[in-house]
């Protein structure tokens, strides 16, 4: 008998730093387990080899993994399988799902007017179930309609919702069977560039507005064993090429089993030379644990001490709660003396927030941490479809304003027959934070990147606290600001470039819902501004903008900071010496001589073979483009010698 073909994908616009696709994974590995030898499942994360495989050999059922990075792109793919075959069963999953919202659902079933049906939270049963009615009803989806669980949402006249009630919990999640150790994940380790991804728990205890997990239906934790977790784990590193790991738990040592968990990694990265870096998101609140196991993980990563904000009333509006000042010193100290890398996150603009709330929670964290030792990340606040503060009740409760940002290049392609485009929802300005106020901590992010987050130019901060304590380096960045709008010249010239491309990125909500060209590959040139105009700035037209900014600094700790002038002299010469001269190895491409030269370069050999491979007459495009490539988010360890 002829197995029916069902397809699953987590779809990637990339390999090169895409995770495996875990969450189709699963749903491979549990239907296989409840339909043995009915089926044909194949697992996907290309889109290329997907449109193939929908084109000359179209499955009966296609369900995909739905994000907000790739909800563009498989909205084409299910109508794309609708035009091959209107016969086919299409299928999204995924958490970015506003299910108790009737206007926002109709949008969305409108929108990708090729899917039949949505899985919502955790899919295996729910999948299953859809399965079985289908196999029951020989894939008559009008039929399938009426023999649904709750969770499983399609479009009729309306938007209806299944209506049997199962237990979509597994009693242990130990009898899910696993996407690594069943063999369905094994193709992915032999492609170039992926990174294997493991989960040891679901769910998560927190309600914080602005995650989809903040879902009350989320709340609920429930976990592998720990065998389960360590026999995944030993399956992966003795098949993967990659050096990275991720765990996708949303917080990490929240359970004590963690710390047993964290010492098998470290074993294993000893033992099998994997992994040799992690990325891994800990639990916001059990800080001891987090210290025990940052110092089992140690080298292998960056800790990431999220805040969002400190200012007591917008915590309170986002249903959050950060640990106290006393013991986030503890916590950091503790992190500097066991020299494990750490990080601070804060968002922007969240309810409740000012710009100044907003300032002053930065010079706070300035005071608190060694920035040295400690990153400071801000980021614009996303609004997730699921998560409480995209509801309309929220946004018209803080008088939310909205407008769509694309992700970067790499979100923006187009395959054979599919191209898409991915942006991100993000608020601009709420009753509290005014669009002038987003621009505003927009260029401030930029300073805050090149001086604390990447630390191009930290000697400049260093000198600056040795010898001024009476303001936060932020006011020194807020002087720099109002000096450059004053200006003429070649500082002006690159700040009025940057403030034109961050004002032209976004997209008005209402212009982009109107338009779903947007949601098309666009034949255009997308970039992460930040990270360009860094690389723009130290290289562009013979370091032209470098220079002046050199310049500027100098003059202004002179004339505000009375400070003499050979010990501002001394700081750029040091960051002069930091900075890899790209400018020189492009001469050298140019002449023909890189190679007799390569050895005098203090420099990652990585990174300069990625540079001469990829070099199109452009040092910045070209840098740009390595920058993905090499040390994407560690833009520091691209141009720094000393990073």
Known sequence: MKKELIYLGNISYFNEGAPFPLSAGYISAFTKVNFPNQFEIKTFNDPSELEYCLKHKPPRILGLSNYSWNRNINSQFVKYAKSISKNNITVFGGPCFAANDSKWLNIFFEENSGLDFYVQGEGEKRFSKLVESCLKYDYSIKRVRENLPRGIFYKDRKVCEGREEINIHQDSLDDMPSPYLTGTLDKF????????????????????????????????????????????LAYIASRTKSKQLIITDGNFGILDRDVEIAKYVRELSIKKDYPKNIYIYFDKNNHKRIVSIAKIFGKLIQVSLARQSLNKNVLSNIKRTNINDVIFSKVKQQLKEFNIESKIELIYPLPGETKSTFIRGICKLLKQIDFRNMEIRIYPTELLPGSEMATNK??????????????????????TQIGACEYHEIIISTNTFSMDDFFYIRRLHFFLCIFLTYRIYQKIVELYYSINHKRDFIWFIGKMLSVISFQNGVLAEFFDKFEKDIRNELIDSKKYNENSEYKLYRDTTMRRINIYYMIKLLYEDNRKYHFAFMKLVQEMFISYLKIDKKEIDKAMQDIEENIFDFVKIEQWLKEGNLKENIKEIPHDFFVIEEFSKNYNGNIVDTLDKVHYMAYPGHFNKLVLINN
């Open 189 to 232: 380790f032999n492609i170039h560039g992926m990174i294997p991804i493991v989960e040891t728990v679901r769910g998560c205890p927190y309600s914080c507005t602005f995650c989809c997990w903040g879902d009350p239906s989320f709340n609920r934790i429930h976990s592998y064993s720990v065998n389960r977790v360590k026999d995944e």
């Open 394 to 415: 929220s946004r018209k409760k803080y008088k939310i304003r909205s407008a769509w940002r694309p992700i970067d290049k790499a979100y923006n392609k187009k395959f």
